[in-house]
């Protein structure tokens, strides 16, 4: 009997190859063969209206389901009791261009942090043999179902319950470290645990960034890829909230109104602003119509200082409109560098190096732990 799945695993590898996000045949192979609804038998994804469920054992809801499992989108698989997702199959673009820079060949060992679904792990091991993949995940009753759903596919890589910012030791070093969450800055213990020449792959802020470290250990360092965002470490801090009164057009602020610069907005700034200050939270409330030129932009940090921009004119409460303003003077002298255009040099005690171009640009900046 025919698998009626092939015909979606086909299509959505080639997708990937049209879009440049596969490259290689062997990865092109894998995400053919690799069955992603396997590990995503109930779950969420976006629609214009919001989030839509999908439960394959509905019969009515089987086909979209399938056909949803292989489109190019994230899977959202698991929501907290506040509606946030805390798990999910991500983006197969987004995961074939992280797999292709991972760079691997036969032989090479795989640590992943973020096992989550299992379906890259399923990629890896289906590459590389189970013995080569090791994968962490925070979430416990998670990491339980996941190795189900993989042992039912036939794939069986070393799995571990805990922080991926501790990697796993014991099992250390790895070839290639691939991790599926964000994470603000990249934990020292990845440099350690992996090999010299090897490769560390992950999403910071709002990139994703590929480090090779170099021969002699002691630093990481690499390109920026593309734009993508991950969910964060389940293990760090909370995202810092927005205070009710930032809402509260009446509401008094200390200091005097600033002017905004008028590029706040711009994608490039958005995610510089991420890579130096990552515990600013960023939302922009439309204006009216859902016109841009009227929105609001608010920023808060974990201090509780805020800012709201309206009209070109900042109102503030404490220091964080100052670092907000601080990082769009760097990034204006920079020449307004866009995400593909920066590099990251990560030293094994954790300091961390943003640089356009090259390493050893005059243009680079050490950001704050
Ligand atoms: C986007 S999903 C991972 C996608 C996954 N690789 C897949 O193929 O389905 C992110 C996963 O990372 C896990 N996670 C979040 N913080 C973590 C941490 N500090 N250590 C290990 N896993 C973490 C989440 O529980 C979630 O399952």
Redo the contacts with the bound molecule.
């Keep these: 009997m025919t698998d009626p799945t092939a015909g979606p695993r086909h299509d959505l590898a080639a997708k990937l190859t049209t879009a440049g996000a596969l490259q290689s045949p062997a990865w092109v192979s894998a995400f053919e063969q690799v069955p992603r609804h396997a590990?995503a038998p109930t779950c969420w994804h976006r629609t214009a209206t919001g989030l839509e469920y999908l439960d394959s054992t509905t019969p009515e809801q089987r086909d979209h389901w399938l056909a949803v499992s292989y489109s190019d989108v994230?899977l959202v698989?698991?929501l907290d009791a506040t509606g946030t997702a805390?798990?999910?199959?991500?983006q197969p673009s987004v995961?074939a261009i992280m797999l292709e820079a991972l760079d691997v060949t036969k032989g090479t060992t795989v640590l992943?942090?973020?096992?989550?679904?299992?379906?890259?792990?399923a990629l890896l091991c289906h590459r590389l043999g189970d013995d080569r993949v090791h994968t962490?995940?925070?979430?416990q009753t998670?990491s339980t179902t996941t190795a189900a759903a993989l042992a039912q596919a036939g794939y069986h890589p070393a799995m571990r319950v805990?922080?991926?910012?501790a990697g796993w030791p014991e099992q250390a070093p790895y070839d290639r470290i691939i991790a599926?969450?964000g994470t603000e800055r990249i934990p020292p213990t990845w440099l350690r645990q992996c090999t010299p020449g090897g490769v560390i792959v992950a999403n910071l802020g709002l990139g994703l960034v590929a480090l090779r470290r170099d021969e002699h250990g002691v630093t990481a360092s690499g390109r920026f890829l593309s734009r993508a965002a991950?969910?964060?470490?389940?293990?760090?801090p909370a995202a810092a909230m927005i205070p009710d009164a930032a809402f509260d057009p009446g509401v008094l602020c200390d200091g005097s109104p600033a002017d905004a610069p008028p590029d706040l907005r711009a994608d490039s700034f958005v995610a510089w602003l991420h890579l130096h200050y990552p515990g600013i939270a960023q939302i922009t409330i439309p204006g009216p119509n859902g016109t841009g030129d009227q929105a609001e932009h608010i920023y808060a940090n974990r201090m509780g200082s805020w800012a709201r921009v309206r009209h070109g004119q900042v109102i503030q409460v404490g220091p964080v409109w100052r670092d907000v303003h601080n990082a769009h003077t760097r990034w204006v002298r920079a020449g307004r560098p866009e995400v593909e255009q920066l590099g990251l040099t990560v030293r094994d005690d954790g300091h961390h190096t943003l640089w356009v171009d090259n390493p050893s640009s005059t243009q680079r900046w050490s950001l704050t732990p």
């Design positions: 590990f994230p698989t698991q805390t798990s999910a199959s991500s995961m992943e942090v973020g096992t989550g679904t299992g379906y890259n792990a962490v995940e925070y979430d998670l805990g922080d991926g910012a599926t969450y991950f969910m964060l470490s389940r293990a760090d």
